[in-house]
């Protein structure tokens, strides 16, 4: 007989499991319908109609049952219906409504369905605009539509091999073992779930990861748009919407990069916006490939020449995609990325491996079928067209995206290079140095080229009128470079050459916009976007190369950073200060004082710490400048050891000041304050504080704490005391005393956080109208109980990096509007 289980909700699950077999069949059923009516095209094409009727209709079934699957799972999220283990482990009670839907993608299955549902947007979207190319695009995209949903579906072939994880299996079912499960009331013990990560509790995270994936997502269109032209071997048609596709797809997959590099700086400590963590490698490499084969796809536009690498750079784009999922969700760079997934096991290393080998060999297969018959242009090209530097380019991106995926990919190559040489290959200790030595000359010669090819001309180039052009550009540059390489002190000869190629970027661009293109918007698109691209450069190196702690160590203290050499964390113990509660510290060009914390109340279960910056006039010593910064922690999250912090920014114009909290105490376990009681008779009375005093300002009726619910018989009373520290006035408190139906009394602290005093109206004794004393019991924290260990960093014109950005976006938007106005 089946146990009855109390308290669960089945038919949420029943439903999301019911619409991921649907969701399944339907995206089989289009594949099937769609490979039909591509066979049937020549031969029967009424029938070929029909299937491609078909082929619409099991897409858009699938579409519908993909945002049933969505509708069902966050309605057992935002429920919290911790019976489904997917709630369980990734949501919780106390986590804030505006993180909810974080949950939905920080597991696998979730992003999973993520990239799925972005897949049917743009299938539609294709099933609606590719005209004669439908068939076969649509028969690639829903194919793939197969693979992802195989993601979730979660069943066994035979009792070893498991086909996917869904998202709607209950907790009994996942964790068969655990005698909890046998108790017909397990609902009853299981009140709340595991919990967000709490470094996917963050603004960004809920924006971040669905821009991301429709960037991911778009690869998969090219990709289908290649496999079409070379399915029939129709290379004319799939030009404009492919180039179209890979517009939207560059500026989408970067934003959502720049996206993570936003979070990254405003989420995690390591202090910046990029690490060359081998999650984000996995992203940049993709993009990168992408970006070389539109610009080889835009040469054979204009020239017929690199068919055939643009065809290469496209496939591989998507082939990538699958490859970097590989990477981040099988566990394999567990050891060396700080924000992978952990994996689930063989199952699913071995199912990703089957669908990139399907993939690939469906692409290899294509490749080799028309490969004699791709066109090309047997004469060699001008070395001054632009088509020529437009390949060098492309080329060098590529094989910049090769250097970063193999260094990446060292957990993934390194036991069989062991095995086969006997030596181990470890990824490197310094990865920012190792990328960046190699890196910098990549975007040295991108950042040239990417300017100097808008001023020649395809075929070839008048020699004289490119020099004399280039020239101009070239002079102010330099002398823009030397300047800022003089203000910034930049002293290092790559990066000085560095500076040179972003200067030079951004004055030959705005020079082709306003002279060569006369500032006519539609034909903007490119210089905008090597614009941006040449800003961003710039911003890099601005905001890096002068990076610096102001947090400098004063008080000699060491302090353990779990780094791996006695030197590295010597230096990052010099970079952190102790700041005790109320004590200021010079850092830079400010004093830090660490005012107190917040308690932790309602669902955001973090600490936010209160930091006051102040600038003072070197002569006058008066304030210039004050402003509060609140970095936050999660001090033990999951019941683990430790902190996992947030950073806290001010942002100016010119600079950031980034500061993050490495190391809290815990007052709980520190504080040695205790109570001290002082007897108060008359106005004027002074209580003496450490670094300050409070004055007795007399009683008072009126009681207007918001703490205080007044009941019948009550009498309170408040003391006025005015608090002083050694610069001065700092605030009234108002302690209450509350005799309650003459009976037994109560009290209402007052406190002052910035001295760490706590005040308690103990006892109040009348004698005579003209003779009542109270005693005012404080207790004030001992700075040595409570402490922080702040980093503070300056980040110079890091705007400058954000600001190139959005103008490369907007450039690529320019150009794919002006593609669109283009007739043909």
């Given at each position: 007989m ?84 997917y ?28 990239w ?27 194919m ?37 499960f ?37 690869t ?100 990538l995609?699958?490859y ?12 060396t ?32 079928k028309?490969?004699?018959?791709l ?6 090209e ?6 020529f ?76 009128d490119l ?7 070239a ?53 905008v ?18 990076k ?30 102790l ?28 600490i ?64 040695t304050s ?6 108060v ?18 009683f ?38 509350i ?23 103990a ?62």
């Amino acid at each position: 007989m089946d146990t009855q289980f109390i308290g669960e909700h089945l038919r949420p699950g029943q439903l999301g499991h019911f619409f991921v077999i649907t969701s399944f069949v339907a995206a089989l059923f289009s594949m099937f319908s769609y490979f039909r009516a591509v066979r049937t095209e020549q031969t029967d094409p009424f029938g070929s109609r029909k299937w491609q009727l078909l082929g619409r209709s099991g897409f858009v079934l699938h579409a519908v049952s993909v945002v049933s699957i969505f509708i069902a799972l966050f309605y057992i999220i935002e429920h919290h219906l911790f019976e489904y283990h997917y709630a369980w482990e990734h949501s919780s009670l106390s986590l804030p409504p505006k993180f909810l839907l974080s949950c939905f993608w920080e597991g696998q299955e979730g992003s999973f369905m993520l990239w799925t549902f972005w897949h049917c947007v743009l299938g539609l979207v294709v099933m609606n605009t590719s005209k004669g190319l439908e068939t076969r695009t649509m028969a690639i995209i829903a194919m793939v539509q197969v693979f992802l949903g195989t993601m979730i579906l979660g069943f066994y072939l035979g009792p070893d091999i498991k086909v996917g994880s869904t998202p709607f299996i209950l907790m009994r079912n996942s964790m068969q073992g655990a005698p909890i499960f046998a108790m017909p009331n397990y609902m009853d013990f299981v009140t709340d779930g595991n919990g967000l990560n709490v470094l996917l509790q963050n603004y960004w995270m809920v924006i971040h990861p669905p821009v991301l994936f429709l960037g991911f997502a778009t690869t998969l269109i090219p990709f289908a748009y290649c496999i079409a032209a070379l399915w029939k071997g129709e290379y004319q048609t799939f030009v404009k919407p492919t180039i179209a596709w890979s517009l939207f797809n560059g500026a989408v997959l970067g934003t959502g990069i720049m996206m993570g590099g936003a979070w990254a700086y405003e989420s995690l400590n390591f202090g910046g916006y990029w690490a060359w963590d081998p999650v984000e490698n996995a992203s940049l490499v993709p993009w990168l490939v992408l970006i070389a084969g539109l610009h080889t796809l835009l040469v054979y536009r204009a020239t017929g020449r690199a068919l055939t690498i643009t065809i290469c750079f496209l496939l591989l784009s998507h082939l990538l995609i699958w490859y970097s999922t590989f990477l981040t969700r099988t566990g394999i760079l567990g050891k060396t990325s700080v924000h992978a997934f952990t994996g689930d096991g063989k199952a699913l290393t071995y199912h990703l491996l089957v669908v990139i080998g399907i993939l690939l060999i469906l692409a290899i297969a294509f490749l080799i079928k028309r490969w004699r018959s791709l066109p090309r242009i047997k004469t060699e090209e001008e070395t001054l067209s632009r088509e020529f530097w437009m390949f060098i380019g492309s080329v060098i991106l590529f094989l910049s995206s090769i250097q970063i995926a193999i260094t990446t990919s060292i957990p993934v190559w390194s036991p069989l290079a062991k095995w086969i040489s006997g030596k181990d290959f470890a990824p490197p200790a310094e990865p920012m140095q190792h990328y960046n030595n190699i890196q910098v000359w990549v975007a040295i010669i991108v950042g040239l080229l990417s300017a100097t090819v808008l001023y020649m001309k395809f075929k070839n180039s008048n020699g004289r009128d490119l020099a004399k052009r280039l020239g101009i550009t070239a002079v102010i540059a330099l002398v823009m470079a030397a300047g800022i390489g003089w203000g910034q002190r930049i002293t290092t000869w790559q990066y000085d050459i560095m500076l040179f190629a972003a200067c030079y970027g951004i004055v030959a661009n705005i020079y082709y916009g306003i002279i060569v293109q006369k500032l006519r918007f539609k034909k903007l698109g490119p210089s905008v976007a090597h614009l941006g691209f040449a800003t961003v450069l710039l911003g890099i190196l601005l905001s890096s190369y002068n990076k610096h702690a102001i947090s400098i160590s004063t008080t000699g203290v060491p302090m353990d950073f779990g780094k791996k050499t006695p030197q590295e964390n010597a230096k990052e113990s010099n970079e952190n200060e102790l700041l005790f509660h109320g004590v200021p510290v010079a850092m830079g060009d400010y004093f830090a004082t660490y005012i107190g914390d917040s308690d932790v109340a309602g669902k955001d279960r973090r600490i936010y710490y209160k930091v006051a910056f102040e600038q003072r006039d070197s002569i006058t010593h008066k304030v210039t400048e004050r402003f509060m910064l609140y970095p936050d922690a999660f001090i033990n999250p999951k019941g683990q050891q430790g902190l996992s912090a947030n950073p806290s920014t001010k942002h100016y114009w010119n600079r950031d000041i980034f500061t993050f909290i490495n190391s809290a105490s815990d007052k709980n376990k520190n504080d040695t304050s205790t109570y001290l009681s002082h007897r108060v008779t008359k106005q004027g009375d002074t209580i003496y504080l450490n670094s300050g005093y409070m004055v007795f300002n007399g009683f008072s009726r009126e009681v207007n704490d918001k703490r205080y619910m007044a009941e019948d018989g009550d009498l309170p009373v408040k003391a006025i005391l005015n608090v002083y520290n050694l610069d001065g006035f700092i605030k009234e408190i108002d302690p209450v005393y509350i005799l309650r139906n003459k009976q037994y009394i109560t009290y209402l602290e007052d406190t002052v956080e910035q001295m760490g005093v706590y005040a308690r109206f103990a006892n109040l004794d009348v004698k005579s109208k003209d003779s009542v004393s109270a005693d005012i019991m404080v207790r004030q924290t001992d700075p040595k109980d409570d402490f922080i260990v702040l980093k503070a960093l300056v980040f110079p014109y890091i705007n400058v990096l954000w600001l190139g950005v959005v103008i490369m976006v907007l450039g690529f938007f320019i150009s794919l509007g002006d593609l669109f106005n283009r007739k043909g």
